[in-house]
């Protein structure tokens, strides 16, 4: 797990950061007496291996993703300092480094003139930016798919703004015949385009969604927490890759650098098309901005304190793998397609499976092959269990049997869901293991389908 070299590169940069204050007077630390502190790490450690290898290739499950090691180190390193990206009393080179790296991420999607910032995840990202959606249209519903990450459903409720589900088509995405009959009817104020479903990485139809704009004027909000970065692969199927094309004409959008973007957790990013959307951030803070007349961050966020760890780990990973079609970080999600349509393949080609849809980024969703869709459900936790007991690590997820409309073939749809297997392929590392994890999931498989008969 340790990669030992990048460890021992850290004490030297450590030195490099602490020869920076070499001109104040000495002063005696907080340390602990190193016996203790190695005994406290210890058991520390000792806690933490009670997780799931989430660093590994085997690990395919959830939405888990290793930091690289040059952001974990980035990360270690600006704790020595601690500086806090809420204002730039508190964090003048972290907030600086924050500004640079937002902007690279915004020019993956052609915006330079924009407002934008990190913040805790996905789900604070998305608050903010339904936030500024419901000011904007007061009393205006906001409309999300299905599909659309529960947190939408919730930030509506703490937000108290008025919304409405849109029906998915089979294969997960918003059906856009039904958000063209819903906006016919108006009273839409925001339509949330979800690029990369939390479920099956499924891409909403942002052309459609914003052919509608155009007709009905409401706003777009892309939520591309988990594929905004696919912007930059180059192997994406036709319709996805035209809807990421034009993640840059929606009004907001979020991406999560600690989903793909090699980040560790605590770092979301929110993005406004229209930098006018900082008025609505203006408060009086009395204490807080005294060092600079320029907008801090913290002006143009909903959260106060901030890690400017973040911010150093996200700058220093883009200046080792900027974000670039054609460049190592795009091939890094690409071998993760690439991964994610290999397992596709083997499972299609399979008389015991039965798999939804083509991946549309890098999840795959199958369930093994039964007399009836309840049948299948049981069937598919165990086979997760039995896999976890080999250390292959893949995710249970209750998806609408419509999904699989198309392959449920003899199966008796006894369900209005299926409990199906799922597989995050987000790992560079994962194409290089499919044939490991195809012949785990296989003899697992075996293993539970056999002891059916
Ligand atoms: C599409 C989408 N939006 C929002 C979120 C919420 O993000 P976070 O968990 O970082 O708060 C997720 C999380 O998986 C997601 O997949």
């Keep these: 797990m340790l990669d030992r070299e990048t460890l021992g590169v850290f004490s030297e940069i450590a030195r490099k950061l602490d020869d920076g204050f070499a001109r104040l007077p000495a002063f005696q630390n907080q340390s602990p007496e190193m016996a203790r502190l190695a005994e406290v790490l210890g058991a520390t450690a000792e806690r933490l291996r009670d997780n799931y290898p989430y660093f590994h290739p085997l690990y395919a499950g959830q939405m888990l993703k290793p930091p690289h090691p040059v952001a974990r180190l980035a990360y270690a390193l600006a704790m020595w300092i601690n500086p806090n990206n809420h204002a730039l009393d508190g964090g003048r ?25 990190l913040c805790g995840g996905g789900t604070m990202a998305n608050l903010e930016a339904l936030w500024v959606a419901g000011q904007l249209r007061p009393g205006k519903k906001i409309l999300f798919s299905e599909q659309a990450h529960y947190t939408h459903q919730r930030i509506s409720g703490v937000l108290q703004l008025p919304f409405e589900t849109v029906p998915c088509d089979a294969r997960g995405r918003m059906d856009a015949n039904s958000l063209a009959t819903r906006v016919e009817r108006g009273d839409v104020g925001t339509v949330v385009a979800t690029i990369g479903t939390t479920a099956t990485g499924s891409v909403d139809p942002l052309p459609e969604v914003l052919a509608l704009r155009d007709k009905h004027g409401f706003r777009v909000h892309a939520d591309a927490a988990y594929g905004g970065y696919f912007a930059l692969a180059d192997d994406l199927q036709e319709e996805a890759e035209r809807a990421l094309a034009r993640i840059g004409e929606a009004d907001s959008i979020v991406i999560d650098p600690h989903k793909h973007g090699l980040q560790p957790y605590g770092c979301g990013c929110v993005l406004f098309r229209d930098p006018e959307v900082g008025r609505l951030y203006k408060h009086d803070s009395p204490y807080t901005y005294f060092s600079s007349a320029e907008l801090h961050l913290g002006e143009i966020s909903l959260e106060c304190s901030r890690p400017g760890a973040a911010a150093a780990a996200l700058w220093a990973t883009q200046r080792l793998l900027p974000l670039k079609k054609g460049g190592e970080f795009a091939r890094g999600l690409e071998r993760g397609r690439k991964a994610a349509r290999a397992l596709f393949e083997k499972l299609r080609a399979d008389a015991r499976f039965v798999t939804a849809f083509a991946p549309e980024l890098d999840i795959v969703v199958f369930a093994p092959k039964a007399a009836s869709v309840s049948e299948a459900s049981v069937l598919s936790r165990k086979i997760f269990e039995a896999a976890a007991k080999r250390d292959l690590h893949v995710a249970v997820a209750e998806l609408p049997i419509h999904f699989w409309e198309a392959n449920l073939g003899a199966m008796k749809g006894d369900r209005e869901t299926l409990t199906c297997l799922r597989s995050v392929l987000m790992k560079p590392e994962h194409f290089d293991w499919i044939a490991r994890i195809w012949d785990l999931l296989s003899l697992s498989a075996d293993e539970i389908l056999r002891a059916r008969n």
């Design 93 to 117: 080179a972290t907030s600086a480094m924050e500004k640079e790296a937002v902007e690279e991420i915004a020019g993956m999607y052609g915006w330079t003139n924009f407002l934008g910032h």
